[in-house]
């Protein structure tokens, strides 16, 4: 290097020659071109787009395959993801004239688009995207948003390197699954649902150019925004000047282009939130997510990602009805501001359920998810009372009781099988509850246990010592003869037999009390229409699921669980149960069902405190439970406990043959409209004459029972509440509180106040009496059961 100059004098000394600044800008660019090919060399395309990109929705929809929702975990961003052979020819045309019409021929990066958009900006003219499609797909998908020289730096070499490596198709698919549209819409799908309730493989060109508008800036461009007649006319300037874009790179005929400006713009929707789960529609979601989880076919952290279309198998008739039939009785009934102390934290549940093959159809979750987050068709951890009493019957009529002689542990050849019709109980008020040998019951302390009837009433005729069989028994809810029958037959074969029918294990009561058989355990909604199910179905116990389909990001098809079905009681069994919960609902507790017009069964339930009510019952093709309590929803959690439900609505008492009947009947008329009648198949006869203790014509010494109270004890348990009335001592009545045939009977045989020391969350009157027959409610304000959920997910166990 010749410098300063030799042989050369003055100025000339220290002017480089002509050789001298060549050879330097030779180097100098020698050397740029070197770094750059080395950076661009070191550069890679990520292997995977960043979280945020690859996150979309999830699109629900009814069993129609009607679209029920979109719904994601992460965050309020409306993705779903399609392939570009989804979206139309004329999308892909506008989208590329408008931003990058040398998109299909540049290396991804356009320095004369740059120069041009600059250029166009600073004079005031239509604009065209500075960055090319490839810039702007690797800012989306693997870069941040923020104005830095050094993200600036960075996403220009990946685009370079994004251009050389990858196929152009590849990056306009994930440039139009990833920009944003406005009205949280990324992706082309999510945009053409929001702006014109459609896929994206069904718009058209003018539908796409509106769409291609919104890339320069959706808040102006949408008219349902800000300004709206602003928009309106800017919308309508820029739609045109993208289809003459279109016109000027020949990508569309200028006849077409004509056309469509004359026709105007195209008709958008209004916008409505992409992912609303208000309503029934977040318990819809949150369930059809947890079979999917609980069942092994998607994580959480895959549901979180999103991007599956998940078909339910709920049906939006039969789910608006159930809600329709529940609001209609409570804007009827209940009334917070005239009745604040007696109708507020009032609480419907409800579930309904296709017997024949499992599905769940339709469900009440609560008032509005968003407000409202726990399912009460769920997870609630409500007693179901006397809608238990048909498991303790199906487990006598299959298991049979226990011969009075033998052991505790009976195989089947020593048990005796009932008969519904010619098996006779006791059904005196305040009977002495007994162990299957005649033995009297006694609690861990030693205390005895009377069990007490609706209103303090004994069933059955005074000159046959008050015997009453089976099916009168159950049609009047009457607690004393299933009470004993649940210990003749033994708590745990009992609990086995409703375990059988479809409940969780997780949800029923581990107590081997006598209160066991009215209803202390809290099964879900849908488990119990499930339950009862499996008596419409002849005994067979479907699996309930509510997902029939799963397509994941590539729409490929993903296995779903295999549905089991077992036979859990004979159709001689199931039947026989079925005839005899017919006769509820013809003659007796159950009589508001009636109204239905058609062939069913059900039985009623109301708990112990009148805390909760229910009606459970089905036809041959839909089986359905509808419950109600009150409980704060906003009280701190050790403070929340079920509050009685004496006045509420109006009423006396809330039986399940009030509200919870009612609705059902509503329901399910508007359910199985248009649908044929169906009758039950008729019922063999099963099962031998049984006599419990006390109710045999010849009574012996050992199986009498005393109907005179006994010294009086001390409680086992302080009560929480005092029952609202003192009992009668007397057992002599035998008043029935619902005639037969009596249309305004609403009674479900539930004592005011729970009955005298109404067991833990006991039914119609509870489990009675207390230790020694002392008044008082051993059950405190809940359940000692595990609510469990539907699909055996966690649970936890919970005292209100």
């Not at 609630?380 to 226990?402: E, I, Q, W």
């Not at 109907?707 to 001390?714: D, G, L, R, V």
Request: with cysteine.
């Amino acid at each position: 290097m010749d410098y300063p100059r030799a042989g050369k004098y003055g100025l000339r000394r220290w002017v480089p020659s002509w050789k001298l600044v060549g050879g330097m800008c030779l180097g100098f660019f020698t050397l740029m071109f070197a770094a750059f090919g080395i950076i661009l060399w070191m550069v890679q395309v990520p292997d995977q787009a960043k979280a945020d990109a690859r996150s979309q929705t999830n699109v629900y929809y009814w069993s129609n395959g009607e679209r029920l929702a979109v719904a994601g975990a992460e965050g309020e961003k409306n993705r779903q993801n399609v392939p570009l052979k989804q979206m139309p020819k004329e999308l892909q045309n506008a989208v590329i004239a408008s931003e990058n019409a040398s998109f299909w021929e540049d290396s991804g990066v356009d320095p004369v688009g740059i120069a041009r958009a600059a250029f166009n900006m600073a004079t005031g003219g239509d604009t065209q995207g500075g960055s090319t499609i490839t810039q702007q797909f690797v800012k989306n998908n693997y870069l941040t948003q923020e104005q830095t020289i050094k993200r600036k730096v960075t996403e220009l070499f990946i685009s370079i390197k994004a251009g050389m490596t990858m196929d152009k198709k590849d990056i306009l698919e994930g440039y139009l699954n990833t920009a944003y549209f406005g009205r949280g819409a990324f992706g082309v799908q999510a945009a053409s649902q929001a702006y014109f309730g459609k896929d994206v493989s069904k718009i058209d060109a003018s539908e796409g150019a509106y769409l291609t508008t919104l890339l320069n800036g959706a808040a102006l461009y949408d008219p349902y925004e800000g300004d709206q007649k602003a928009n309106e006319q800017r919308s309508l300037k820029k739609w045109r000047s993208v289809l003459r874009r279109e016109v000027e790179v020949h990508m569309l005929s200028e006849s077409k282009a004509n056309e469509l400006i004359k026709q105007g713009l195209p008709k958008i929707k209004p916008p409505k939130k992409a992912m609303d789960k208000r309503g029934q529609k977040g318990y819809l979601i949150d369930l059809a997510n947890r079979y999917l989880v609980n069942n092994n076919v998607l994580t959480r952290e895959q549901l979180n990602r999103g991007g599956y279309q998940i078909t339910t198998t709920f049906s939006k008739k039969r789910t608006f009805a159930l809600r329709d039939s529940v609001n209609e009785i409570y804007d009827k009934n209940i009334d917070p501001k005239k009745r604040p102390k007696l109708d507020t934290h009032v609480q419907f549940g409800g579930a309904s359920v296709d017997p024949r093959d499992g599905k769940i159809v339709a469900l009440y979750g609560g008032k509005d998810y968003i407000k409202h987050f726990t399912n009460n068709a769920d997870e609630t951890g409500v007693p179901v009372g006397s809608t238990f009493k048909p498991f303790v019957l199906a487990s006598a009529m299959r298991d049979g009781v226990r011969d009075r002689s033998g052991p505790a542990e009976q195989s089947a050849d020593m048990r005796r099988l009932v008969n519904p019709d010619s098996s006779y109980y006791d059904g005196r008020n305040k009977l002495l509850v007994r162990n299957y040998d005649g033995t009297v019951w006694k609690n861990e302390e030693g205390k005895i246990w009377r069990q007490t009837n609706d209103g303090n009433e004994s069933y059955g005729k005074p000159s046959e010592d008050y015997r009453i069989n089976l099916r009168e028994a159950m049609v009047h809810s009457v607690n004393t003869p299933y009470v004993q029958l649940g210990m003749d037959v033994g708590i745990p074969t009992v609990r086995k037999a409703a375990e059988d029918a479809g409940l969780l294990n997780s949800s029923l009561n581990k107590s081997d009390s006598p209160s066991f058989s009215l209803g202390i355990s809290t099964p879900s909604a849908i488990r119990m229409a499930g339950a009862y199910g499996t008596f419409a179905s002849q005994g067979e116990q479907q699996d309930l699921y509510s997902v029939t389909k799963v397509l994941d990001q590539d729409g490929k098809k993903i296995t779903l669980p295999e549905r089991q079905k077992k036979r859990s009681f004979s159709r001689q069994v199931a039947n026989n149960v079925t005839d005899v919960l017919t006769d509820v609902v013809d003659h007796g507790t159950g009589s508001v069902a009636r109204h239905l017009g058609r062939p069913a069964a059900g039985k009623t339930g109301t708990t112990d405190g009148n805390k909760s009510a229910w009606f459970v019952g089905y036809t041959p093709q839909l089986s359905t439970a509808v419950g109600m309590w009150r409980i704060d929803d906003n009280a701190e959690a050790k403070d929340r406990k079920f509050l009685k439900m004496f006045g509420t609505g109006g009423q006396e008492k809330i039986h399940g043959a009030s509200f919870p009947a009612q609705i059902w009947t509503a329901y399910m008329r508007e359910a199985l409209k248009g649908k044929p009648v169906m009758k039950f198949p008729k019922a063999e006869p099963i099962g031998d004459k049984v006599y419990g203790p006390g109710a045999s014509p010849d009574p012996t010494p050992s199986t009498s029972t005393s109907t005179t109270a006994p010294p009086k004890e001390e409680p086992s348990e302080s009560p929480s509440d005092k029952p609202s009335e003192s009992p009668s001592n007397s057992p002599t009545s035998s008043k029935t509180s619902c005639p037969p045939l009596d249309d305004s009977c609403d009674g479900d045989n539930g004592d005011p106040g729970g009955g005298p020391g109404g067991g833990p969350g006991g039914d119609d009157g509870g489990p009675g009496g207390g230790p020694g027959g002392e008044t008082g409610d051993t059950g405190d304000d809940g359940d000692t059961g595990d609510p469990g959920h539907i699909f055996g997910g966690p649970h936890g166990s919970r005292r209100e």
